[in-house]
């Protein structure tokens, strides 16, 4: 962050929130993460100017007080008096008020379609001897109403709740449309991560003399997190069965493959004796035969091949004698001693034991689980360390 505030293609504004500072019962007793956020951020209210829209920049976190009457702090005071400078500015551009904690609203308010989790009353919970807000889900009727009354702003843009909601409120300038954005990780509670583009400037809705027209917005919602993590470990579990099921021999060892090789080579010289029986037609001569009327014709000459002998013959010497092998005499049966009852069990020669089969099974098994956790590994070196480095990647210091 601080190289893209030092050289930034583009501008980047920080807006604060619990997690940074916390409430004012947090920062009452460490100041120091005011000091710090300021420091590695910059202020904590500002406004800014882009596309004829000014954008107000609020730390929500210091605009109430407990219902106690706590006394007013400095940083709440600093915050209020930046809201009032700045209510008396230029009115003629069109307001954006950004503010991390969401505007007050009447419980169970509908959120609208794009919500996916059910809605959030609002919980303001002191801390003890009246030291401030230990935690609260939106601001209070009257801090919102005061305001929006101040800075009269035609869209409000808010976090905190982790999830989609989009109310109006009702003033006395006209209607005020508040989108509370969800979150960007699925991580944070919400299956349905999201972020909003916005498009600001004068002429985005020609012939427009509504200065909320100003300001479009689009809401995008990421891919389901949920859904990837399920197809990774449904590859992984084919994975595993595909590993503990592969013929150790191959496919070969399959019982109908090589039924399916055989067939798959028979087809293949079939076809491979057709095209050549046509070729043999095709380059063969042809004589022209007239007959009696004058017609010509094509007619294949009858090519002369060599006789074919019998793969059995051999010649001895010269001339025409050919010497045949002699008619096999019928095998006689085998002797009745050599005869060897398939059930039984045959020794080894050198007088061993053969192993038992539940042993030799037991010893496939375990085989095969080695081989399945070796792969394993080997595929989870490969991976694991790839998927870390982009999951991470954002973390590592340049």
Wanted: with cysteine; net charge neutral.
């Amino acid at each position: 962050m601080s190289e893209q505030r030092t050289n930034p293609h583009v501008p980047i504004y920080y807006l604060s929130g619990n997690h940074d500072i916390g409430y004012s019962g947090f920062h009452s007793i460490h100041p120091k993460v005011i000091s710090r956020y300021e420091k590695e951020f910059g202020p904590r209210n500002y406004h800014f100017l882009s596309g004829e829209v000014d954008f107000v920049v609020v730390d929500a976190q210091t605009l109430d007080v407990c219902s106690g009457g706590a006394k007013q702090s400095k940083e709440r005071a600093s915050t209020w008096e930046f809201i009032k400078t700045l209510s008396s500015g230029n009115e003629s551009n069109p307001k954006v008020l950004l503010t991390h904690i969401p505007l007050y609203r009447p419980d169970n308010t509908p959120c609208g379609p794009h919500r996916s989790s059910p809605v959030i009353n609002q919980r303001i919970y002191n801390a003890a001897m009246d030291q401030g807000i230990r935690y609260q889900n939106y601001l209070s009727k009257e801090t919102s109403d005061l305001l929006l009354r101040l800075l009269k702003p035609t869209l409000v843009l808010s976090g905190h709740d982790h999830d989609q909601c989009t109310v109006v409120h009702s003033t006395t300038f006209g209607p005020v449309t508040e989108h509370t954005l969800g979150t960007i990780s699925w991580q944070q509670g919400n299956l349905y991560p999201s972020f909003m583009l916005m498009s600001a400037g004068p002429k985005l809705i020609p012939n427009s003399t509504d200065s909320s027209h100003g300001v479009l917005t689009n809401l995008c919602f990421l891919p389901k997190q949920t859904h990837i993590y399920i197809w990774y470990i449904f590859q992984f579990l084919i994975t595993v069965l595909l590993l503990v099921f592969w013929p150790t021999n191959g496919l070969s060892s399959l019982p109908y493959m090589n039924k399916l090789v055989s067939f798959m080579r028979s087809v293949g010289a079939e076809l491979f004796s057709r095209t050549k029986e046509k070729d043999d037609e095709e380059d063969g001569e042809y004589e022209m035969v007239f007959d009696a009327e004058g017609s010509m014709h094509l007619v294949k000459k009858s090519v002369a091949r060599p006789p074919r002998t019998n793969s059995d013959s051999r010649n001895v010497g010269r001339g025409n004698i050919v010497a045949r092998p002699t008619a096999r005499k019928h095998q006689t049966e085998p002797d009745s001693s050599v005869l060897v009852e398939m059930g039984s069990e045959t020794p080894p020669e050198d007088g061993g034991k053969l192993p038992r089969p539940s042993k030799w099974n037991i010893r496939k098994v375990l085989q095969r689980l080695f081989r399945v956790v070796q792969s394993i590994v080997v595929i989870a070196a490969l991976n694991v360390p790839l998927y870390m480095m982009f999951l991470f990647k954002d973390w590592i210091d340049r």
